[in-house]
């Protein structure tokens, strides 16, 4: 039974990160397994991808399972023994000796099929010397072989060999690389090539370690400069078995004496103290196991013949994990080692008496927790590291590292290990532990961790600068603000910034930093937090306005829409200018050279609320000796910004904004609002009062014409506004100049109403003669003259707007024959005026003369003797119409008389009808016999008419016309549609000619018979 008593090694820190554990038998439970049952058979034991091998001194191989049970067995050598053996991709190669050979002999086996592949024999020259030892690269492609004699062989392309077309004696020749008699080989390892995946890697080729008894060497066998001669590397050696490639297959580890040293191509590395005898070395995953007798009495590993049991073979085995410089295991073996298996995970320790005991690893978290116990951080975070733990189990170590030395009061150790825990650990853990105000410090050092790695949200920001202001660090805060704005400059395009910047604007502007929170928002282009920066808070409108000027049009549109008022308000001049450019221009709106952008004094910042006032600090005005350099980056960022507008259009492309958006701003500023106005209108669409064409093209094809006309007619309407509002003769004739222009677009109704709202008489009659409502301008001067009924003006006004209108317009002289005819005064005044009224009626025969009797008879104003003359020639003619009319009843009764009487004769059967006419009607020659009379009193000879004719020729004629007219009547009958539409014209005319047409009493002529 092994002895797990724990000895101190010199130098090492030792724990017990192994548990013991006895391996029986699978069928005997109370005895070890049964090929290892006889130990001194097996001749040596290693791991394969097939299981584990084990050969015995009769040149047998078997394959074991996982119960070390035997599942393949075969015979290597026959009637010899197995010496050395290694395993690659399924192909196992072994060293041995047979009776009938002479030295040793080389077998290759497919471990799927046992069969051998080839066979050679190890026989460099005449005299044999047995094998020390050799090595096997892990893609079978050389292999190496240690003789006694201190010579060592090389297979290359060993792999190529193994391919099923080749014979099966058919192996490369070998090369002797190596030769140091009389000092024997002792150890071989090849340094494989890098991983694919291990983008650091930077030596690419392979390497060869040889190691004798007193020297180390390397030999370059593949690669760029492969070949020449071994390089010595150091002049110490090892014992036989006491050289072993690491887990990486990097280095080479001997065991000696004094100290455990590895060698890598450049040399010797730092060795790690052990003192002591060793008789083996081997690995296990990161663990260097360590055999050796417990006394000073060196032993030296038998090769022929197999060792003894006893006490003087006792063995101690020490397990190293040389990277993390700790022993994790040492026990003692009283029966002595035989063989130490590294194996699923597992080392396996095979006793001279056939025992075998389990080394099983305890889990990385048992090994922390006993490393957290003795307060071991650092060799924890070395163990998780050499483990390749997650991240956050790394994270999670340094955060026990941090609460430990937290607890210890080690202010500054802690934070370095909880800034190693950023995006583990949540924020929110650390900084609770730094809020009182003697670790503020730390807490600064957290979050400006926190900013720096993009991990920071709105509430770190506010926190970092809030401590900033408290503490009133202003180099501090100039140093955050601008490292972390260039640092951002790659990940500002994809939007990512490294703090809040809502955020931190608004805490500079509530602690009255004013200027970093303009730099801020200048730097990131946040335009409308910049503006609301330098007009709300620090009242530099000329910098405000500059700064809207380089940011274009697009930008400037809507921040002026919402700042225009405090700006016109502080810069009336200015600010007029940049909104007529604005409007006006299609590109960068440049600087005037004669616009006066004086800076205004910066406000010192004041006292503001916080939102971290558990800080317990006092807040006080922040410093200025950062402003001069705020400025100079403040220009120098302008001046980029100018230069690479982001996304900004060609000018060809910008839409300018309509000028409407602006017109609230001009409130109090009438004067400047009118300035405003013309120059838009004379810059963007060429209109102006005066009467020399403009020199600016009108507005280009690109906008919306709609849209152009709506603006128009705004900026015209508020200018005639403005216009009369004024009140001034030189404003009143502005107002009359836009009123009586026909090019420009001003809106008639809307200038009607001013006109109305501010009794602007000229424009009103202006405005209604141009809608064409002159009976408006009539009823105008009539209500005035109603006012002031002494006055002459406005009954005058009144008759010269009807010579003007009347002749177009006739019922106006009906509604001024009643205004002159009204009272006494108007009839006495303008007596010569009714008269020719009178005339133009008679002439015009515009109102019937009952319609001017009744509207000189609705008062007693006007006397009979006015109209009488006019009055008498219309009854005259009226008479002379009626006997005209009555003429012609006359005739028609007598036509209708003698019709119905020729119908009566013609229906009365006793009246006969006799014929008188001797002459034909078609050909007016003589008639005779045949002939044909109609009862029309129209007579034909016979051959004049056609044949089968029934009806008169010149009647039928005469009666198909009729018969066309009727059908049209009926036609007509039944468009109800056209006929509504004429009687809303002429009601009367329409309805009577309908009635004479027969239309409204129509009879069809399918029911009317011939």
């Known amino acids: 039974m092994a002895n797990t008593t724990v000895v101190a090694a010199t130098a090492l820190r030792q724990f017990a990160f192994f548990d013991v554990h006895p391996v029986k038998d699978a069928h005997d439970l109370a005895s070890s397994p049964e090929i290892f049952k006889n130990a001194s058979e097996i001749s040596t034991v290693v791991s394969s991808s097939a299981g584990l091998l084990a050969a015995d001194i009769h040149g047998s191989v078997h394959i074991l399972n996982k119960e070390f049970v035997s599942t393949t067995s075969w015979v290597a050598h026959v009637g010899g023994r197995v010496i050395h053996m290694a395993e690659r991709k399924g192909v196992l190669v072994t060293i041995g000796e047979e009776n009938a050979v002479r030295g040793s002999l080389l077998n290759i086996w497919d471990l799927g099929k046992t069969d051998k592949r080839n066979q050679a024999p190890i026989q460099p020259s005449n005299k044999p010397h047995p094998v020390s030892c050799f090595a096997l690269s892990s893609a079978l492609s050389f292999l190496a072989i240690g003789l006694a004699d201190g010579t060592v062989l090389l297979y290359r392309h060993l792999d190529q060999s193994l391919s099923p077309a080749a014979s099966l ?51 370059h066998v593949s690669g760029k400069g492969s070949g020449g001669s071994s390089v010595l590397l150091d002049d110490i050696g090892c014992g036989l078995g006491c050289a072993v490639m690491d887990w990486r297959a990097e280095k080479i580890v001997l065991a000696r004496d004094e100290a455990v040293y590895a060698y890598g191509l450049q040399g010797r590395e730092p060795p790690y103290a052990y003192e002591g005898c060793k008789s083996s070395i081997h690995t296990h995953l990161n663990y260097v196991i360590v055999v050796s007798p417990p006394t000073t009495v060196a032993t030296t590993r038998k090769l022929a013949a197999p060792a003894t049991g006893g006490d003087g073979d006792a063995s101690r085995v020490t397990v190293f994990d040389m990277e993390n410089k700790v022993v994790g295991y040492t026990g003692m073996f009283p029966e002595g080692i035989r063989e130490v298996i590294s194996e699923w995970g597992n080392i396996y320790i095979l006793t001279n008496n056939g025992q075998l005991t389990r080394l099983a690893e305890k889990s990385t978290s048992a090994k922390l927790s006993m490393l957290y116990a003795k307060a071991l951080y650092p060799l924890a975070l070395s163990l998780a590291q050499t483990q390749h733990l997650d991240e956050s ?133 946040r335009h409308e937090e910049y503006l609301r920066v330098m007009i709300e808070d620090a009242g530099k409108y000329g910098e405000a306005l500059t700064y809207l000027r380089h940011l274009g049009a697009a930008a400037a549109e809507s921040n002026l829409a919402r700042y225009g008022r405090a700006m016109l308000d502080n810069l009336p001049e200015e600010t007029t200018q940049l909104l007529i450019d604005l409007c006006t221009v299609s590109g960068p709106l440049t600087i005037p050279e004669a616009e006066d952008t004086t800076p205004q004094q910066s406000s010192t910042p004041a006292n503001a609320p916080s939102y971290l006032s558990y800080l317990a600090l006092s807040r006080a005005p922040a410093p200025e000796d950062k402003v001069e350099e705020f400025k100079a980056d403040e220009e120098e960022d302008l001046t980029e910004a100018q230069a690479t507008q982001p996304g900004a259009p060609t000018p060809s492309q910008e839409k300018r904004p309509s000028p409407t ?29 005066s009467s020399l064409p403009s020199s600016l093209p009108n507005a280009s094809s690109d906008d919306d014409e709609d849209s152009e006309k709506r603006n128009q007619a705004a900026v015209w309407n508020t200018l005639l506004e403005l216009y009369l509002d004024g009140g001034s003769p030189e404003q009143q004739d502005k107002a009359l100049k836009v009123l009586t222009s026909d090019s420009l677009p001003c809106d008639k109704t809307h200038a009607l109403i001013l006109c109305s709202s ?98 000189l008879s609705r008062n007693g104003v006007a006397s009979v003797g006015l109209v009488k003359d006019w009055l008498m020639g219309r009854i005259k003619e009226a008479r002379e119409e009626v006997q005209t009319d009555q003429q012609l009843i006359n005739s028609y009764r007598l036509e209708t008389d003698a019709k119905l009487k020729q119908v009566a004769e013609l229906e009365d059967p006793m009246h006969a009808k006799v014929f008188s006419v001797t002459r034909c009607s078609q050909c007016s020659g003589q008639l005779d016999l045949p002939s044909v009379h109609f009862m029309c009193n129209h007579s034909y000879h016979q051959r004049c008419l056609l044949d089968h004719e029934t009806e008169c020729p010149l009647c039928v004629r005469q009666h198909g016309v009729i018969q066309e007219i009727r059908r049209n009547n009926e036609r007509m009958a039944d468009q109800h549609e056209l006929f509504l539409a004429d009687v809303q014209e002429n009601g009367f005319k329409v309805v009577a000619s309908g009635f004479g047409k027969g239309v409204l009493n129509m009879t069809r002529l399918d029911d009317v018979a011939v």
Not at 661 to 689: I, N
Not at 784 to 795: D, G, I, L, R
Request: charged fraction near 25%.
């Open 169 to 219: 004696t058919t192996l490369p020749k070998t090369r002797t690389i190596h030769e140091s008699s009389p000092e024997p080989i002792t150890g071989l390892g090849f340094r494989e090539l890098p991983s694919p995946t291990n983008a650091d890697a930077k030596d690419n080729n392979l390497h060869l370690f040889i190691v004798t008894t007193n020297s180390v060497y390397f030999y």
């Open 393 to 525: 189990y790394v994270a999670d170590i340094h955060r026990q590292h941090g609460d430990y030395l937290y607890t210890k009061g080690d202010w500054d150790g802690a934070m370095t290990c909880y800034l190693k825990t950023i995006g583990w650990v949540k924020p929110s853990y650390v900084v609770r532990k730094f809020l009182d105000a003697q670790r503020i410090h730390n807490l600064v050092t957290y979050l400006q961790e926190l900013h720096a790695l993009g991990l920071a949200n709105a509430d770190h920001t506010t926190l970092l600068l809030n401590t900033y202001t408290k503490l009133k660090d202003v180099a501090r805060l100039d140093n955050f603000i601008k490292t972390e704005s260039r640092r951002s400059g790659a990940a500002e395009s994809n939007g990512d910034l490294p703090f809040d910047l809502d955020t931190a604007i608004r805490v500079c502007r509530q602690a009255g930093y004013f200027d970093h929170a303009s730099y801020l928002a200048k730097r990131y282009k």
């Open 661 to 689: 958006l602006y017109f609230a701003h001009f409130v109090d500023h009438p004067s400047y609002f009118v300035r405003f106005l013309e120059s838009v209108a004379a810059r963007r669409w060429g209109q102006s009062l």
């Open 758 to 855: 501010y009794s602007y008489t000229r424009g009103l009659v202006i405005l209604w003669e141009k809608l064409g409502m002159y009976e408006d301008v009539l009823r105008f001067w009539m209500d005035k003259h109603n006012t002031s009924p002494s006055e002459s003006s406005a009954s005058t006004e009144v008759v010269q707007a009807l010579v003007r209108y009347g002749p177009t317009h006739p019922h106006l002289y009906e509604l001024v024959l009643r205004f002159l005819t009204s009272t006494p005064e108007l009839l006495t005044r303008h007596q010569a005026d009714v008269e020719k009224i009178l005339e133009h009626i008679e002439k015009e025969r515009t109102i019937p003369p009952l319609g001017v009797v009744q509207i």
